[in-house]
């Protein structure tokens, strides 16, 4: 059985930090990249960070919202992918979602951003930032 679970989800002052952790299991971790996602209440689901390991060069990228607050990194040993943020604004606060996509070679980052592109996805995590 294929499972995503998101942990680390909390209520945080702005300015403070939270870790977010995603863990894999049923399907061959290494040969898919997982992303992040954000959706708060009325809005779409908006595309983070993501971060492929499939061809052995841990290729990240982080959306122009979160760029130099959000890091993702993992750790292949235990399946799980880690979204470090930092500096947390009140605009931050949604449902914080990882999915894990199968790599596309000759596609561009806008393909690891698109929701559709994902094969599997995790139930959520709150994530609750007050000012």
């Known amino acids: 059985e294929v499972r995503l679970v998101e942990s680390g989800g909390g209520l945080v002052q702005a300015g403070g930090s939270l870790r977010l952790a995603c863990a894999a299991s049923?399907?061959?971790?290494?040969?898919?990249?997982i992303g992040w996602f954000r959706q708060a209440p009325g809005k779409s689901r908006e595309g983070l960070s993501y971060?492929?390991?499939?061809?052995?060069?841990?290729?990240?990228s982080h959306a122009r919202s979160v760029r130099g607050r959000f890091t993702v990194s993992s750790d292949n040993a235990k399946n799980t992918v880690y979204l470090q943020m930092n500096s947390l604004k009140p605009d931050d606060t949604a449902v914080y979602y990882c999915?894990?996509?199968?790599?596309?070679?000759?596609?561009?980052?806008?393909?690891?951003?698109?929701?559709?592109?994902?094969?599997?996805w995790g139930q959520g995590t709150q994530v609750t930032v007050n000012s």
């Open positions: 999915a894990a996509a199968l790599p596309c070679a000759h596609c561009d980052a806008g393909y690891y951003y698109t929701p559709a592109m994902y094969n599997y």
């Open positions: 971060i492929n390991n499939s061809d052995g060069t841990s290729d990240t």
């Open positions: 049923g399907f061959r971790f290494e040969s898919y990249a």
